[in-house]
């Protein structure tokens, strides 16, 4: 059974820095691509961050120079350092995974900038 588990969320001052963690199981996590969405209250879900099988990265141009998403294949984690955040950031953060049979996610995890 696909488990993603998102962790690292909270309350945070503008300007500050959160790392959320996703620990993933229940699929071979090295073979597929990661990403992370937010959605904030009212407002449409947001893509924010992708990362392929071999590291590479794309990102919301809301978030680029701000967010750096990472994946570890030996624990199966899924992480994103967000730096200089800002009220807009609020949102709750899923973590994804792009099966073969379909998105996955997690059940997210709240970042409240404020």
């Known amino acids: 059974q696909v488990q993603l588990v998102e962790s690292g969320g909270g309350l945070v001052q503008p300007g500050g820095s959160l790392r959320l963690s996703c620990a993933a199981s229940?699929?071979?996590?090295?073979?597929?691509?990661m990403a992370w969405f937010r959605q904030a209250p009212g407002k449409e879900r947001e893509g924010v961050a992708h990362i392929e099988i071999d590291g590479r990265t794309r990102y919301a141009d809301s978030v680029k120079g701000r967010f750096t998403i990472s994946r570890d294949n030996a624990k199966n984690t899924l992480h994103l350092q967000m730096i200089s955040l800002k009220t807009g950031d609020t949102a709750v953060y899923y973590c994804v995974a792009n099966l073969a049979s379909g998105p996955s996610r997690g059940q997210g995890t709240q970042v409240t900038v404020s």
């Open positions: 229940g699929f071979t996590y090295s073979r597929y691509c």
